[in-house]
Each structure stands twice: as C-alpha cells, then as structure tokens.
C-alpha cells in the first residue's frame, strides 16, 4: 500500500499530526552544519527504498505513532535548541506548513533533509538536497537546494552527483559522502574525487564516530 493509501491519511493530511520515528537534540554529523547543535525530527514514510538505507525502520509510517504538532513542539521547547532538523523517511510526503509555522513562531531556524521527491511545503532557513537515483528530485526542489549531498556507494554515483550539481544553482554547496557500510572502500576514491574536483566537499557522518544519535 503506498502512502497515500494509508487509510489514516486523513488524520495528517493537513500537516495537523505527524508519523513520528524520534525526535532528539544532537550534533549535526553531516554536510555544511557539521559539528552544530541540532534538534532532531525524524517522521516515518519513504518508499525510495535505497538499499543501503540506514533508517530502514522509517519506510513503514503505519508503524510510527501520529503525533500532533503542537505537541512536538512543545517537546523541542524542553531544550536549548535554535536548530531543528526535520529528516526522515521522507519529510517531503507530508505537509509542512504547519510545523514550520510553530516552529518559526518559536524564533527557531528550520532546516530540511530531503531526497525531494514530494510537495514543497514548509517555510526552511536551509534546505538540503539528498537525490537518490532511482528516484530523482522533482525539478522545483534543485533551485531551493542550499547544499546537495550526493551518497556515494559506486562509481556510478559519480556521475549521478555531477548530474544533480549541474541542476542546482551556483552558489549551493555540493558535498559527496561515502555510504557508511563501504566506507573503508570509498574514503579514497572520494578524497581522489574532491581533489580533482574542487568544487566538492567531503562529507562523513560524523556523528557515527562520534557513536552519538
Ligand atoms: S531516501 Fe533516505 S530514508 Fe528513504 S530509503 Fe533512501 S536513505 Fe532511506
């Protein structure tokens, strides 16, 4: 069943409440943010199915209690965070507007992780862009993209990161990050790659070493 299917689609339809995996503060371990505080929200649903996906446990919204919105600001609002990370799943199958609209009230800055392949919705400080081959952004979401962040798993992906960063505008910061499980294999082809081609960067996940969330 697709999720647009799901019976108890009505009750998020407007964005009212969410599929909620985990919500948590943390420190950003990927891309331009690095290394900054971050409040994470996690919400249930994908069906790009990477194979490498480390979240596996999101794809099944049905699995994830629906939470209101209010109540997962409120929850944000217990700690000093100023950054929240809305992440997945897939955060683009939902409506957005609504969480953004709170959470901009509470003066916080909104950040996007996205493989764009639903609706823009939602009101972002920044958003980046995560294509998945198999599934490519819809073109609306490359113009918004302030970083591209391209997984890399084989030398295909290459090409694939060259595709996308040619979509996306000038000044967009464009980052190729190894698959985590390969990582061994690929820091130096992608090191080799980001030299050749300057207008890289590499990004790891650096909370995994850090063995944080
Ligand atoms: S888009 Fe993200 S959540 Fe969805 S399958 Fe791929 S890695 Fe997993």
Do not use: N
């Amino acid at each position: 069943m697709s999720i647009v299917d799901r019976p108890q689609e009505q009750t998020y339809k407007g964005g009212w409440k969410l599929p909620l995996v985990e919500a948590f503060y943390s420190i950003q371990g990927e891309g331009y943010h690095t290394g900054k505080a971050a409040y994470f929200i996690r919400i249930g649903g994908c069906d790009i199915g990477c194979h490498w996906c480390d979240s596996k446990v999101t794809w099944d919204a049905r699995v994830h209690p629906l939470v209101p919105v209010e109540q997962i600001v409120t929850d944000v609002e217990q700690t000093p965070a100023r950054s929240i990370v809305v992440t997945g799943g897939e955060p683009s199958l939902y409506q957005l507007d609504f969480l953004c609209r709170l959470l901009k009230e509470k003066g916080l800055r909104t950040y996007l992780e996205t493989s764009g392949t639903g609706e823009f919705t939602g009101q972002w400080d920044w958003i980046c862009l995560s294509p998945k081959k198999q599934s490519p952004p819809k073109p609306h979401f490359y113009a918004r993209a302030d970083e591209l962040k391209v997984i890399i798993f084989g030398q295909d992906d290459f090409r694939w990161a060259e595709q996308a960063a040619s979509r996306v505008d000038k000044g967009t910061s464009l980052y190729l990050q190894p698959e985590w499980s390969r990582y061994q294999q690929l820091i130096h082809p992608i090191t080799e790659y980001v030299k050749a081609h300057p207008q890289w960067q590499v990004s790891l996940q650096a909370h995994k070493f850090m063995r944080i969330p």
